[in-house]
C-alpha cells in the first residue's frame, strides 16, 4: 500500500507548501501504526502566492510603491491551476479564483493581521487568510454562504471524521435493506415530520419519498455531537437536494417529476458526505486547526457603538472582496430549494441581495440602487479599516438595458466621496475558460481590481495591562517595552492604561508586547496582543487572575530555572533586535527562552549539558513546529492504542541492562512493567517530535510512580514503599493535556504576528566553543538571553535521577560522572579539589576574569581553612568550587562572544547567593562578578535590572537567595576585549 504523507513547510514568507515527507513516510512504514487515515487519497496542488511579501508596514506606506507592487505580476493566471480549491464540498457560482486573495494579503498585509471579506461567498478569502497566517472574517447576507464557509474553513478532528464516517456508513447500510429503511422511515415520521420545510408547491419540485428522507437527514444531523460536524453534514444535505429534487438542472427552475426509490436519498446524501470528507482531507492538511470567523450579516447595515457583527470599527487590517455584479446573479434563486431545507427563508436573503437581476426588475431600478447600496457597504468598509490600510474590489462591468456600465470606475467615484484614496485600478483579463455561466457576467473578458486605501492619520491608542497581578519590576518592564517597540513615551491614564499617539505604520508592535493584553483605538476598536492569545486563547472573555505560565508546551515538565516565559518575552522586546533575529541560550534547561523565541519569530539555538534539559527543549520547540493536524491525529491514534494495559512481565526487560537493578529498586515490578511497555509504545509513534514530546509527558509522571517521596525534594524513599501506581491514567492524563494545548495553541495561530522558526537545540558543553560552532548563523547571535546555574547550583542530575535513568537510561555511573562537570555543581573529588585549591592564592585575572572574583574565592577559602577542625566536607569545598564555578563561566562567556554579531545584547539573569565562611555568614557577590567578567570579554554593561525572586525559586533554596538582577550587557565592537582588560 502506498502512504503519501505530507509535511507542510514554513517558507520565509509565511507560506506553506506540501511536499510529500520521505523521512516521514519511511518510519511510518517502519511502524505499525499507520494513523491518517486516508491519506492515501491525499493530494494537492497548491499554489504559492508569487508576489513579493511585505516585511513591514513601512513597505506599504506610499501608494506609488503599492501600486508598482501590485502592478508586478500578471493577475490572469491563465497558467495556474485555478481550481484547487475546488475540492469544494458545495458548489457556488460567484467565486473568486484564490490567487487573487492570496497576493493580496501576501502584499498587503502582515502574518497575524485580521483581513476581512464582507461579501464573502463560499469563504475563498477567509481560507486563504488562514493559510497565510492570517485571522479571517468573513460575511456575506446568505446563510448558506455561511455555512459552506464553515465547512470549507474547518478541520475535522480525528473523533470529527469518525462520527461522520459512522453516520455515512450507517445510512449507506440503511438505503441497502429497503425493508429496514421503510419500517425506520415509518416509525420516525411522526417526529420527523415537522422538519419538512414550507416550501409552496413542494411535491411539485420533491417526490414524498425524497421529502421523507431529507426530513429524516436533518434528524440525523441534528443529532451529531458537535457544531463543526452539524454544519459538514448540513453542507452536504444542501449539496444533494438539487439532485435529488424534481428540479430539471442546477439553473432550470423547470419540474420533471420521475420516480424514486426507497433509500435513494439516503444513499445519495451518503455517498455525498464520504466524497466531501474525502475531498476536505487535504484542505485539512493545510487548515491544521485554524479558526476563522464566519457569520451571515447584510453589509447594508450600520454600524452600532462602533461594531458591525464581528467587525469592530479602525480594526481590520485589510478587506479584500467581490462584491455581486449589478444585475446579475440570483443566488437567492439558485439556492432557493437548499435554503429553504436548511431551515431558512429565501425571500428574506432575496430582499437583501445586492445586484440581484430579479430584484432590479421588481423593485424596477437600474444601476442606481445598485451604487446606493455599494456605497453603505463602502462606508462600512471604510469605518471597518484601520487608518492607512486598504481595501481590493474585484469587479465586472454590468449591463442595463443593453448599456455598458464601467463599475469599477463608478465605485471609485462612491468611495472618492466617502474618503478613500484610489490607490490603483488594475484591469485583469479573464481567461476564456474561467468566464462565469452567470448570464450577466458571461460576456465579461475582464474584471477589474479596484485598491482603496483609507487615508493614514495618527491613532491614538489605550493599552491596557495583563489582569493579572504583576510584580512591581513586571510593571516597569511593561512600561519599558512599551517605549522600547513603540519608541514613544506612553502618557498615563491611571489603573495601568497608558495612552499614545502612533504612527499608523507601526501599530502592528502593539501585539508583540507581554505584559500589555490589550488594546482600544480610539474610538472603537479592540485588539488583544499575541501574549494575551497565547495565555488565554483567542477571545475577549478570558480573564485570569494569575498569570499562565505553561501556555503551549512551557507547561509540560517541570524544570528549575530563573526564567518564565513573559520575562524571557519582555527582554526580547526591550532589547528591541527585529524579527528574524538570533537569540541564544547558552544555558538553555528545559528550554522557556527557546521557545519564547520561537514564538516571538526569533530564531533560537540552545545549549546545556543536562541530557533531560536537552530532550524537553526540543521536545517543547520541536512539536510546535509539526502540521498540528498531524500531531492531532497521531496524539489520539497513541492514546486509543495505550487505553487498555497490554503491559506484561517482558516490557520489563525493554531498559537497558546496566540500569535494570536500580529500576528494581526504585519502582515496584507492575510500574517497570508498565513504563517499558509505554516506552516501546512511544517509540513506534511516527512523528520524531511527537515521540519526543511524549517521552517528556512519562517523564513528568516518573517520581509519582516511584518510591521516592515525591512531598520531599531531597532524595527519600517512601514509608511503606508502595506496590503498584496507576501510571497509565496519570500518563493519558498528561498525553491529553499536551493534545489540549496543542490544539488551542493552533487554533490561535493566525493571530501570530510573526512566522515562527524551528529552534536548534544541542546537548553540549557552554564552555567551549565547538558547541557554538554547532548551533550559530553566519553573523553571529544578536541576542543572548539566559539563566546560568548559580553558584553552588542545585544538584540538577541528582534531582532528576530517576527520569534519566528511566527516560533515557543513564546508569548511575553515568550520572555522577555528568553531576560533577555541570557548570555550579557542588560535586568536586579531592584531586581536582586540591589542584583548585593549590592554585587559590596566585589566581590571576585571566584564569577568572575579575578582581572581585579572586577577592571572594581567596576570602572563603582562608576563612574556611582556618575554621578547618569545625568545618565539614561540603564547607571545606567551598573556596574550590567557587574558583571552578567563576572559571567556567568566565570560561562560557568567553566562547560564546567568539559567537556574538558586532553590537550583540547580552541579558543574564543572576542572584548572589550566601555561605557559611569561617564562622559567618558570607555573601557571594555572584552579580558583581558576573559584570567584571562581562567587561573582561569586551561587554559594556548597560543597566542592571533588578528583579525579585518568585516564591517557587525560595521553595527550592536552602540559602536563600535575596535578590535576582537581569544584567543587561552590549558587545561594545570598539571596546578591547580581553586579555587587555580595564584592570
Ligand atoms: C461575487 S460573490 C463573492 C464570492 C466570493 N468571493 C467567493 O469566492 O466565494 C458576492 C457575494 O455577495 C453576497 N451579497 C449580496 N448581497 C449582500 C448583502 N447585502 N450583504 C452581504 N453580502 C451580500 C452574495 O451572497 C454573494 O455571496
Not at 80 to 94: A, E, N, Q, W
Not at 177 to 195: M, T
Not at 362 to 390: C, H, T, V, W
Request: aromatic share 8%.
Amino acid at each position: 500500500m502506498c502512504w503519501r504523507i505530507y509535511r507542510v513547510l514554513l517558507t520565509k514568507s509565511g507560506i506553506h507548501a506540501i511536499v510529500p515527507d520521505r523521512r516521514r513516510l519511511d518510519m511510518k512504514l517502519a511502524s505499525h501504526a499507520l494513523p491518517l487515515p486516508g491519506m492515501a487519497a491525499a493530494s494537492l496542488n497548491y499554489s504559492m502566492p508569487v508576489i513579493e511579501p511585505i516585511d513591514s508596514l513601512e513597505e506599504i506606506r506610499n501608494n506609488n510603491q503599492v501600486e508598482s507592487r501590485l502592478r508586478s505580476i500578471d493577475w490572469s493566471f491563465s497558467k495556474d491551476d485555478t481550481d484547487y480549491l475546488s475540492h469544494d464540498i458545495h458548489p457556488y457560482p460567484t467565486k473568486f479564483i484564490p490567487q487573487i486573495p492570496a497576493n493580496l494579503i501576501t502584499a498587503l498585509s502582515l502574518p497575524g493581521e485580521i483581513v476581512w471579506d464582507p461579501f464573502g461567498g463560499s469563504g475563498t478569502t477567509a481560507f486563504e487568510a488562514l493559510l497565510l497566517g492570517r485571522q479571517a472574517i468573513s460575511t456575506d447576507a446568505n446563510p448558506l454562504a455561511t455555512l459552506i464557509s464553515q465547512a470549507k474553513c474547518s478541520t475535522l478532528s480525528p473523533e470529527d471524521l469518525g462520527h461522520l464516517q459512522k453516520l455515512s456508513s450507517r445510512l449507506r447500510a440503511l438505503a441497502s435493506n429497503r425493508q429496514d429503511a421503510e419500517k425506520i422511515l415509518k416509525e420516525a415520521w411522526q417526529q420527523i415530520s415537522h422538519l419538512v420545510p414550507e416550501i409552496p408547491n413542494i411535491e411539485k419540485w420533491f417526490h414524498i419519498r425524497t421529502i421523507q428522507e431529507l426530513a429524516y437527514l436533518k434528524s440525523q444531523i441534528s443529532s451529531l455531537p458537535n457544531e463543526t460536524c452539524k454544519v459538514f453534514a448540513s453542507v452536504c444535505l444542501s449539496g444533494i437536494i438539487v439532485k435529488v429534487s424534481f428540479q430539471d438542472g442546477e439553473t432550470r427552475y423547470a419540474s420533471k417529476p420521475r420516480d424514486v426509490d426507497v433509500g435513494e436519498t439516503l444513499l445519495s446524501f451518503s455517498n455525498y458526505l464520504s466524497d466531501a470528507l474525502k475531498k476536505h482531507e487535504p484542505l485539512q492538511l493545510l487548515l491544521q486547526y485554524r479558526r476563522p470567523i464566519i457569520t451571515t450579516l447584510d453589509i447594508r447595515e450600520p454600524f452600532r457603538k462602533g461594531r458591525l457583527g464581528p467587525v469592530y470599527s479602525n480594526s481590520v487590517d485589510l478587506v479584500i472582496t467581490s462584491p455581486p455584479y449589478a444585475n446579475a446573479t440570483d443566488n437567492h434563486l439558485y439556492h432557493r430549494f437548499r435554503l429553504f431545507w436548511l431551515g431558512y427563508r429565501p425571500t428574506e436573503f432575496a430582499n437583501m441581495e445586492i445586484g440581484s437581476h430579479l430584484r432590479h426588475q421588481r423593485l424596477k431600478r437600474g444601476f442606481d440602487l445598485y451604487a446606493e447600496e455599494m456605497s453603505l457597504a463602502l462606508r462600512n468598509i471604510y469605518e471597518a479599516l484601520q487608518p492607512g490600510r486598504f481595501a481590493v474590489l474585484i469587479v465586472g462591468d454590468s449591463l442595463f438595458d443593453g448599456k455598458i456600465i464601467h463599475t469599477s470606475e463608478e465605485l471609485a467615484n462612491i468611495s472618492e466621496q466617502i474618503g478613500f484614496e484610489i490607490v490603483t485600478d488594475i484591469e485583469r483579463p479573464i481567461h476564456q475558460s474561467k468566464r462565469s455561466f452567470i448570464v450577466g457576467a458571461r460576456r465579461a473578458r475582464q474584471e477589474n481590481i479596484l485598491v482603496l486605501r483609507k487615508p493614514p492619520r495618527k491613532i491614538r491608542v489605550v493599552l491596557y495591562p495583563a489582569s493579572y497581578k504583576m510584580w512591581d519590576y513586571e510593571v516597569v518592564l511593561r512600561k519599558r517595552e512599551i517605549v522600547g517597540l513603540l519608541k514613544t513615551a506612553p502618557e498615563d491614564e491611571g489603573d495601568g492604561r497608558y495612552s499614545l499617539e502612533l504612527d499608523p505604520f507601526e501599530v502592528d508592535r502593539i501585539r508583540r508586547l507581554t505584559f500589555t493584553h490589550k488594546a482600544k483605538f480610539n474610538p472603537g476598536s479592540l485588539i488583544l496582543t499575541w501574549q494575551a492569545i497565547l495565555e488565554n486563547g483567542n477571545t475577549l472573555k478570558a480573564k485570569k487572575n494569575r498569570k499562565e505560565p505553561k501556555y503551549v508546551t512551557h507547561g509540560i515538565h517541570p524544570y528549575k530555572g530563573k526564567f518564565y516565559p513573559q520575562l524571557a518575552k519582555s527582554l526580547f522586546n526591550l532589547s528591541g533586535v527585529p524579527t528574524n533575529s538570533w537569540v541564544l541560550d547558552p544555558f538553555c534547561g528545559s528550554g522557556t527562552v527557546l521557545l519564547e523565541a520561537q514564538l516571538n519569530g526569533l530564531h533560537a539555538a540552545g545549549i546545556d549539558m543536562h541530557p533531560l534539559a536537552v530532550l524537553i527543549a526540543r521536545a517543547k520547540t520541536s512539536i510546535c513546529q509539526e502540521n498540528p493536524y498531524e500531531v492531532d491525529f497521531v496524539l489520539k491514534d497513541f492514546l486509543d492504542e495505550i487505553e487498555v494495559d497490554r503491559s506484561s512481565p517482558q516490557h520489563a526487560e525493554w531498559f537497558p541492562p546496566k540500569c535494570h537493578e536500580e529500576i528494581r529498586s526504585w519502582f515496584p515490578p507492575p510500574v517497570v512493567q508498565k513504563l517499558g511497555w509505554l516506552l516501546m509504545e512511544i517509540k513506534k509513534v511516527p512523528i520524531l517530535a511527537v515521540q519526543e514530546a511524549l517521552l517528556v509527558c512519562l517523564s513528568s509522571i516518573i517520581r509519582n510512580v516511584s518510591q521516592q517521596d515525591p512531598k520531599d525534594l531531597r532524595i527519600r524513599r517512601r514509608n511503606p514503599p508502595i506496590t503498584d501506581a496507576p501510571v497509565l491514567e496519570l500518563f493519558r492524563q498528561k498525553v491529553l493535556e499536551l493534545r489540549a494545548r496543542m490544539r488551542q495553541f493552533a487554533e490561535s495561530v493566525t493571530a501570530a504576528p510573526y512566522v515562527m522558526k524551528p529552534a536548534r537545540v544541542i546537548e553540549g558543553d557552554s564552555r567551549t566553543e565547538e558547541a557554538y560552532a554547532k548551533i550559530a548563523p553566519m553573523n553571529g547571535f544578536d541576542l543572548v538571553v539566559t539563566s546560568p546555574p548559580y553558584a553552588t547550583a542545585l544538584p540538577y542530575i541528582d534531582t532528576d535521577r530517576l527520569n534519566l535513568l528511566v527516560i533515557l537510561g543513564m546508569s548511575s555511573s553515568e550520572r555522577s560522572s555528568l553531576e560533577r562537570k555541570l557548570t555550579g555543581s557542588r560535586e568536586i573529588r579531592a584531586r581536582e579539589r586540591r589542584q583548585l585549591e593549590e592554585e587559590i592564592p596566585s589566581l590571576t585575572i585571566e584564569t577568572v576574569g575579575s578582581q572581585l572574583a579572586i577577592a571572594t574565592i581567596q576570602e572563603i577559602w582562608h576563612r574556611n581553612v582556618n575554621a578547618m577542625v569545625k568545618v565539614g566536607f561540603r564547607r571545606r569545598n567551598m573556596g574550590a568550587l567557587l574558583l571552578r564555578y567563576f572559571r567556567d563561566m568566565f570560561n562560557s562567556f568567553r566562547a560564546m562572544d567568539k559567537y556574538l554579531a558586532r553590537d550583540a545584547q547580552v541579558f543574564i539573569v543572576i542572584g548572589d547567593n550566601k555561605t557559611v565562611a569561617g564562622n559567618t555568614i558570607m555573601r557571594i557577590p555572584t552579580t558583581d562578578i558576573l559584570v567584571e567578567q562581562g567587561e573582561a570579554v569586551g561587554w559594556a554593561l548597560k543597566e542592571r535590572i533588578p528583579i525579585t525572586v518568585t516564591k517557587e525559586n525560595l521553595r527550592h533554596s536552602k540559602h536563600s537567595i535575596t535578590k535576582n538582577t537581569v544584567l543587561w550587557f552590549y558587545k561594545d565592537s570598539s571596546r578591547q576585549a580581553y586579555p587587555h582588560h580595564r584592570g
